[in-house]
């Protein structure tokens, strides 16, 4: 992080760039982020939110939560809903939520959303990932009246390390470096993110799933407003206070 932080302030002579590094599994350093961004500026015009991991078997976090749950969805969740005030006080802040269309393979369950009946990791991620829409069409829904729009991207396949825990012969794994010489360069993509949000692709679009530009849709299931509402709802409960 400081790294690129350091090659942003040198590339556009901006000193005024700063880096935090927070573990988004444990949801102290996630709280402990908002307090120092809020107490240092009052306002924020985009949120990304991309973090996003995969493991073979069910990890607990010391916090008492799922560790790819609380990864990919909590961490977004938490951090979304206590930065919208700051969000609220800029005129047309926007919230990009990374999506993955690994989302139609998910099977939901509103009593396995941590593993607790049954894991299997690539499952569980795809779960977790039809999880981040439906929070962002939620979202949307609950913005609505305000100048903030909330909207989901798949960008495509990215060569990330995302896999590395799986064993080397299991079949993800297989599967994955078959893929990988494929896939997009993680700089590339974040670089390409940014420019789309620099031309307004997204700003007068809310509660939308785009894959690259294109507007496209999502599975049902994501669009099931209940299931959406039950899941902030859990989620919401799932807040360690």
Request: charged share 20%.
């Amino acid at each position: 992080m400081k790294k690129a932080a350091n090659q942003i302030i040198s590339e556009t002579k901006n000193s005024n760039v700063f880096d935090f590094v927070v573990d988004l599994s444990v949801q102290k350093e996630i709280k402990d982020f908002i307090t120092i961004f809020g107490q240092n500026y009052d306002k924020l015009d985009i949120l990304v939110n991309n973090a996003g991991v995969n493991l073979p078997s069910r990890v607990i976090t010391s916090e008492g939560i799922e560790y790819v749950f609380a990864v990919n969805h909590m961490a977004p969740f938490i951090l979304t809903t206590s930065l919208l005030n700051r969000m609220k006080n800029q005129s047309q802040a926007q919230i990009i939520n990374i999506a993955s269309n690994g989302e139609r393979y998910a099977k939901f369950d509103l009593n396995n959303l941590q593993g607790e009946k049954k894991y299997n990791g690539t499952k569980h991620y795809c779960l977790t990932k039809l999880c981040n829409l439906m929070f962002t069409y939620e979202l949307a829904r609950r913005l609505t009246g305000h100048e903030i729009t909330c909207n989901a991207i798949h960008p495509g396949g990215v060569r990330t390390g995302i896999m590395k825990s799986y064993k080397s012969l299991s079949l993800p794994s297989i599967v994955w470096k078959f893929l990988y010489p494929t896939l997009q360069n993680p700089d590339d993509v974040a670089e390409y993110i940014l420019n789309l949000y620099q031309k307004g692709a997204f700003k007068n679009e809310n509660g939308k799933y785009f894959f690259k530009e294109q507007m496209v849709a999502s599975s049902n299931l994501s669009y099931h407003v209940d299931y959406a509402r039950k899941i902030w709802e859990i989620s919401e409960n799932l807040v360690v206070v």
